[in-house]
């Protein structure tokens, strides 16, 4: 007991309820048809640790799941309106190196940026899209420390390298995702 007491200090154990915001983005090459986005609101929920615990930095590793997607509205002159609707939940994992600066008062602003992956959980009948998706997750926010537990907000970016669709799926040579996450966060320090 005292060995996992002295090796488990200055973790924190954490879990982040929040919102998603997902516009979706495709790459379609046609002057003839005029696009526009309605975001998909949806959700995230994590679980994470913070570690290697500084006074200046951390890691944190999280993994839950997101909700991305949204609708995109085509319009032409003399056509009937088109929607496409992507509505999209994922299993995520993530590890980012968070640089904080604590203030007076236990408010602490800190930045985060690293790598994630994404892992559709939607059924196989989605199969022009592709299972996984990988990229980077950058964000910031304000944790605040109360006795042993640690309140946070933070607001996510989720920049991908991958495309949401399999190459030449549908008329769309590319579809992506867009996705802002705002997190409320509790935290228990070990």
Do not use: H
């Amino acid at each position: 007991m005292l060995l996992f007491s002295y090796s488990s200090f200055s973790q924190i154990i954490k879990f982040q309820p929040g919102i998603s915001l997902s516009n979706t983005d495709l790459k379609y090459n046609s002057g003839y048809w005029q696009y526009s986005n309605k975001t998909l609101i949806g959700y995230s929920m994590f679980i994470g640790i913070d570690y290697l615990n500084d006074k200046y930095y951390n890691l944190s590793t999280n993994v839950g799941v997101v909700k991305k997607g949204g609708t995109v509205t085509a319009t032409a002159p003399d056509e009937p309106i088109w929607r496409f609707n992507l509505n999209l939940d994922y299993l995520s994992l993530n590890t980012t190196f968070e640089v904080k600066y604590p203030l007076k008062y236990r408010i602490t602003p800190f930045l985060s940026y690293g790598p994630r992956l994404d892992y559709l959980l939607n059924d196989n009948s989605l199969s022009g899209y592709n299972q996984f998706n990988y990229g980077i997750l950058m964000g910031g926010g304000l944790k605040y420390d109360v006795n042993n537990f640690q309140i946070a907000i933070r607001s996510d970016y989720y920049l991908n390298f991958a495309t949401i669709n399999k190459p030449r799926t549908y008329i769309f040579s590319k579809i992506n995702d867009k996705t802002t996450t705002i997190c409320f966060t509790i935290g228990y320090k070990l």
